[in-house]
């Protein structure tokens, strides 16, 4: 076993990991030894005097501290859980109701929170990251998401022609993520100019395809945007650039034909 199987995440155990409790809700936990569940732990105890300090309470005594621990530094958030219908949103009263009223529930983020493979260290892929930045600068100077897809229909043909050849390789590991990439493309505004994509857009694809590491995705995404957005800026500089020069002529273009200017006939 290398020792990196046996380092936890130092983000995850503090800030807490999202984890689904079923299909519409989510639940964010805290590692049961974070720094924060240790020292309210500490706390607790420390306010029940002397029997606190040297461990002599009761079952009772330490069961309540057990579960004040869990509502207090465990339980950091969460969402889609609803009250006859009606949205209960996380707050410190919330979550002590829920774990002194749902035994379902609370068992749920105890375990999650005992359980050290939520808050493994994983690859942040930064090799692999910087690679697919440059399929993306390379897809969106030879046509963007059409680019792509014509790409990606010769490829599976078998075909070898020389944009295809000139195009960098994929990496295998974050080949998702192009894909997940060009899917969001399509959802950004263009009203009076190319927007980037909304949160709110990737954020719905987070949940649509329950993506684990959502941090991490939003933040790569967010990167390649910038990526297409710089190529965007040029693209329409370059169009400013040709309009201005074009003016200079005496003439104007109109629906692809040149007019004479004002007073001409």
């Known amino acids: 076993m290398d020792l990196s199987e046996l380092r936890l995440d130092k983000s995850k ?3 807490g990991v999202w984890l689904n409790l079923d299909e519409e809700t989510s639940v964010r936990v805290r590692y049961m030894k974070s720094q924060e569940a240790l020292r309210k732990h500490g706390e607790l105890r420390a306010a029940y005097g002397k029997r606190g300090k040297r461990g002599n309470l009761t079952p009772s ?18 969402e889609g859980i609803t009250d006859q219908g009606e949205e209960f949103p996380y707050s410190e009263d919330n979550a002590r109701r829920l774990v002194e009223e749902y035994e379902l529930f609370r068992d749920f983020v105890c375990d999650a929170a005992v359980d050290e493979e939520n808050f493994r260290e994983e690859e942040a892929y930064e090799e692999e990251i910087d690679e697919l930045k440059k399929v993306i600068e390379w897809e969106c100077r030879h046509g963007g998401q059409r680019m ?5 229909v010769e490829r599976a043909r078998g075909k070898s022609i020389k944009t295809l050849d000139e195009m960098p390789d994929v990496p295998p590991p974050v ?3 192009r894909e997940a990439f060009w899917v969001l493309n399509s959802s950004r505004s263009v009203g009076f100019g190319v927007g980037f994509i909304p949160l709110t857009e990737i954020e719905a694809y987070v949940r649509l395809f ?5 941090v ?5 995404i967010r990167e390649l945007d910038e990526i297409y957005m710089d190529r965007q800026r040029a693209k329409d500089q370059n169009a400013r650039e040709k309009a201005k020069n074009h003016g200079g002529t005496g003439k104007a273009q109109h629906h692809g034909r040149f007019v004479k200017g004002a007073g001409g006939r």
Do not use: G, M, N, P
């Open 175 to 177: 080949a998702w993520v």
């Open 148 to 152: 792509k897809t014509l790409l990606d």
């Open 61 to 78: 005594e330490e069961e309540a501290i057990a579960k004040e621990v869990v509502a207090q530094a465990v339980i950091v958030d969460w």
């Open 210 to 214: 329950e993506v684990e590491r959502r």
């Open 216 to 220: 991490w995705f939003v933040t790569v």
């Open 13 to 15: 155990k503090e800030d």
